[in-house]
């Protein structure tokens, strides 16, 4: 079977290679963490429950603001779960100028920005800003309620990448589910990733590079 969307590819991991390591992720100070294809699954499904419980629906925008590590993965195929539309931006500097994120988020109108336990304080950084300030912020957790199935069409969207705003106001690039999984193949076959290979990648998860070849390439050779 071939997949169209990138939840489909993580979904049929998750049935076939349940036990085997999706990601490891390697702090300086905890050592190495991993999670396994049915453990993403699981928690994907189970993030993507509390999000219709937030309100959140298919098409919708959610910013994910995150350290580095499992909870942005999760939070990316929570969204991917419901059709909603995962936005990746980088952490705003503690008393930095936010107006980058507020010209995102006016733009996108986003439902929910969704955050981790580290950032939990984002809160309080975007309290000085009448925009950032009024949208829902979550941290997903998790629950043992089931998931109604949603399906997602290959033309719809799979994310929103917006540009970094150096030279000029973000804008924002939609990428499509289809537009996804080609790149990923052309990527697979052009570097010769197979089953044996393994990916390691220090480069940020909201950056381009960093999510589609840092994390989803390494799970289309899986």
């Given at each position: 079977m071939v997949e169209n969307t990138i939840k489909e590819v993580l979904?049929?991991?998750?049935?076939?290679?349940?036990?085997?390591v999706a990601f490891h992720f390697v702090l300086p100070t905890e050592g190495k963490?991993?999670?396994?294809?049915?453990?993403?699954?699981?928690?994907?499904e189970s993030g993507a429950v509390q999000l219709i419980e937030l309100g959140v629906k298919k098409g919708d925008k959610?910013?994910?603001?995150?350290?580095?590590?499992?909870?942005?993965?999760?939070?990316?195929?929570?969204?991917?779960?419901i059709g909603a539309i995962p936005v990746p931006l980088n952490i705003p500097g503690r008393n930095k100028p936010l107006e980058k994120w507020e010209k995102i988020a006016s733009?996108?109108?986003?439902?929910?920005?969704?955050?981790?336990?580290?950032?939990?304080?984002?809160?309080d950084t975007f309290k000085s800003s009448g925009i950032l300030n009024n949208i829902k912020l979550a941290i997903l957790s998790e629950t043992e309620r089931a998931l109604p199935k949603e399906s997602i069409a290959a033309h719809e969207l799979a994310l929103l990448q917006?540009?970094?705003?150096?030279?000029?106001?973000?804008?924002?690039v939609m990428v499509t589910q289809n537009s996804?999984?080609?790149?990923?193949?052309?990527?697979?076959?052009?570097?010769?990733?197979?089953?044996?290979?393994?990916?390691?990648?220090?480069?940020?998860f909201?950056?381009?590079?960093?999510?589609?070849?840092?994390i989803l390439e390494s799970m289309s050779f899986s």
């Amino acid at each position: 079977m071939v997949e169209n969307t990138i939840k489909e590819v993580l979904a049929r991991h998750s049935r076939e290679i349940t036990d085997k390591v999706a990601f490891h992720f390697v702090l300086p100070t905890e050592g190495k963490k991993s999670i396994t294809f049915g453990d993403l699954q699981r928690k994907s499904e189970s993030g993507a429950v509390q999000l219709i419980e937030l309100g959140v629906k298919k098409g919708d925008k959610c910013l994910l603001i995150f350290n580095q590590g499992f909870e942005f993965i999760i939070a990316f195929f929570a969204c991917q779960q419901i059709g909603a539309i995962p936005v990746p931006l980088n952490i705003p500097g503690r008393n930095k100028p936010l107006e980058k994120w507020e010209k995102i988020a006016s733009d996108c109108k986003p439902t929910i920005i969704l955050t981790g336990e580290a950032t939990e304080k984002l809160g309080d950084t975007f309290k000085s800003s009448g925009i950032l300030n009024n949208i829902k912020l979550a941290i997903l957790s998790e629950t043992e309620r089931a998931l109604p199935k949603e399906s997602i069409a290959a033309h719809e969207l799979a994310l929103l990448q917006y540009t970094s705003g150096s030279t000029g106001n973000p804008k924002g690039v939609m990428v499509t589910q289809n537009s996804l999984m080609a790149n990923l193949d052309a990527l697979r076959i052009q570097l010769r990733f197979d089953t044996k290979s393994v990916m390691v990648s220090w480069l940020p998860f909201y950056h381009d590079m960093g999510l589609v070849l840092g994390i989803l390439e390494s799970m289309s050779f899986s």
